[in-house]
């Protein structure tokens, strides 16, 4: 029998840095494949609060591969007020790094993948920093053209679906601006709906689910009281989680600890979620088991959701493809990351298998969850690329 949030909880208390630049690559299905199931050590409860630095200092940002930076940046910025880097009317021209070869050449449906040209735009998310004033987690928008893409379009219960969750000060009034802009709203019946409860949230939720020029979803949520945060006092948005769908919630919890470190622990719920609210938010009437993480570094809260009922033969996008995504940790040293890549028996998407500088003090590499979801680890600092200057 599926428990309603509410008694989920209480069943469970008794047992128990943007960047400015394109970067290509292709999912590694092979290295997913490859990954060896791995215990996943859990917490007693949801986490909340800040989660300290570890070996992931802060999460950097959620990137998003987009049709046309104009329409995200008045979507996200205009309309739903998260920051933006820079100023709002400057040029973005369209460029190409070629200090990225190394990744770019694995892109995939690309016949030549350095005809690509890219443009970036950061949209900071308030409440997002540890401190008022901090670096915050941000939308890394990233358009691209000269090469094939294909919209992404998941089902919301497929495997490397991922949706992002924002806490609004006044849901009424930004989802009144976003019907006057004719936005596709997914929760049946178009207007918010009562929550009663979600792990790890104190307060009264009330929540939209709607899409986002490229068809990606977006959790637009009130909570009353307003929570604790580090956003300005005058900010329309106060929060952020993110959703990633997956196919098995214990093997994928067990890889991301092994990767981001043993300091980002998950909640499990105890027994399949599911109810007549979540329907009404979400038009699903589908069971699912919850993992909840705070994000080094931040109050961010992760999120997977394994549907009881989805599908086996989920899509997996392209890198380049809109409505994809991915998720950034900055780490304090890839070459430890890199480490545990390795030890997983896991590949980057380099071939080089190695952190890969994309200036002359900065290295990153993706490497791809269970789903073919991408995780970036970026470090700054550390080392200093001697080959740099030839680049």
Known sequence: MSLSFDTALKTMGRGIVGINFLILVAFSVASAQAQAPAACSTLDAPPTGIAPPGDALRPGHL??????EEEITHF???LIGLELRGNREQPRAFGQNRGLQEVASLVQGAPDPYKQASRVVLLPIPGTATAAGGPEMTIESIEIKGIPTRPFHPALTDPGAS???LIVTDLDKTLAVLKQERTPIITPGENPVDVPSWPGITGKIRAVLVRDPDGYPVELMQITPAPESTAAADSKVLGARVAIVVDNIEKTCGMYERLVGPDFKFWISPSFMGD?????????HNQFRLAEAMVPGSPVVMELIEYKNHSKHFQRPHFQDPGS???LFMSKDDDVMIDRVKAANLHTTSPSNAPVFISPTTRMFFVTDPQGF???FMDNGVKKDPDWPQK
Do not use: S
């Open 276 to 284: 007549a609210d979540y329907a009404n938010l979400t038009g699903l």
């Open 76 to 78: 996200y910025h205009d």
């Open 325 to 327: 995504a991915h998720f």
């Open 63 to 68: 990137g998003r591969q987009v049709e046309n």
């Open 163 to 165: 949706y992002l969750k």
């Open 374 to 376: 991408w995780l970036e």
